[in-house]
């Protein structure tokens, strides 16, 4: 079986699929990769299932090798990456020959970067779910000298394409939703939150990412007397000194802290990827309109393919054009 070795590796790689689903009631939240969109990105650019784990890459890559030929795609946040020293473009696959040295850099913007590999990284499911689960210890971080297993890819012979880069790496403006106590936060309270404007902390991982403020910290009525009940990610707790928390993937499951919002999930990969010192708002919308934003994978999936460009290569640039059959069927020129 195929594998890519690691040569040196940034902090915190793990592989990631979409996560688990259905272990919250002990306690385990879903995790998964913290940008969803770039586990969809790299599916479609590889023609194959979104079910498939990829590596991800939090604030810096590594130097790569693969025992065989492979095709990957890198999505999510940009990074600098090249094979042999030949730089690569971003949201887009190449091919890597065995012995290549593959080296992906910090990134130029945004926190996450993804690697995927035609096939998939073969690791053994736990759970149903090859996601490492770092705040659980399901699983474990990826570290230099660690080979991973790589799946069959059963397109092989694909042509080399590209996506155009969803911009979501330099924050922005986040759709939330009411969530469970947001009633308990004065309406002069929800009105001073979406008019804040919030940095993203340096402080924050996988769980969660905290918001820095200009202002008065913001506060709920009886905010000591909610008990604890179920947290989702995407949800915006207060801490007990009203400082805001934006909860990821691997998040409790439970909390006792009063939730002002919800971020949607078709922004939740915008929360994640905001880097420290990116400037985040909030936009409160009617749940009947956060629900009309939800689109299911098979929508998603449809709608990247729909923008999938060839990726062209200047001649000049491919070292091996002379094994590129250009012409076929040789002909003495006088054929009709």
């Known amino acids: 079986m195929s594998a890519l070795i690691i040569r040196r590796a940034g902090p915190a790689l793990s592989v990631q699929d979409k996560g688990r689903i259905g272990y919250m009631v002990q306690g385990l939240s879903r995790g998964g990769a913290a940008d969803r969109l770039a586990l969809a990105e790299g599916a479609v650019l590889l023609g194959q299932s979104g079910d498939f784990a990829a590596l991800e890459m939090p604030g810096f890559g590594g130097v790569f090798e693969v025992t065989q030929d492979t095709r990957i795609a890198l999505t999510g946040a940009p990074m600098t990456a090249s094979i042999d020293g030949e730089p690569l473009l971003w949201n887009a696959t190449h091919r890597v020959a065995a012995g290549q040295q593959l080296t992906i850099g910090a990134p130029l913007r945004g926190l996450y970067g993804y690697l995927h590999v035609g096939g998939g990284f073969a690791t053994d499911p736990v759970m149903g779910s090859r996601a490492a689960h770092l705040t659980a210890r399901v699983g474990n971080a990826v570290v230099a000298g660690m080979s991973l297993p790589i799946g069959n890819d059963e397109n092989a012979d694909q042509a080399d394409v590209k996506l155009p880069m969803n911009e979501r790496f330099q924050g922005g403006i986040l759709r939330i939703t009411p969530s469970a106590q947001t009633a308990r936060f004065s309406k002069a309270e929800r009105a001073r939150f979406e008019a804040t404007e919030f940095t993203r902390s340096p402080r924050g991982n996988r769980q969660g990412v905290q918001l820095d403020f200009e202002g008065a910290p913001f506060t709920a009525a009886q905010q000591l007397h909610i008990l604890s009940e179920i947290i989702v990610p ?103």
């Open 234 to 336: 995407g949800d915006i707790q207060m801490t007990g000194d009203g400082v805001p928390f934006i909860l990821l993937p691997e998040c409790q499951t439970t909390g006792g802290y009063p939730r002002i919002a919800t971020v949607v999930p078709q922004d939740q990969p915008l929360a994640a990827q905001a880097p420290t010192g990116a400037r985040l708002r909030f936009q409160f919308i009617k749940l009947k309109e956060g629900l009309e934003t939800l689109r299911s994978e098979a929508q998603i999936l449809a709608d990247l393919k729909r923008t999938l460009q060839p990726l062209v290569r200047d001649p000049r640039d491919i070292r091996d054009l002379l094994s590129y059959q250009m012409i076929s069927g040789v002909t003495a020129g006088h054929d009709e």
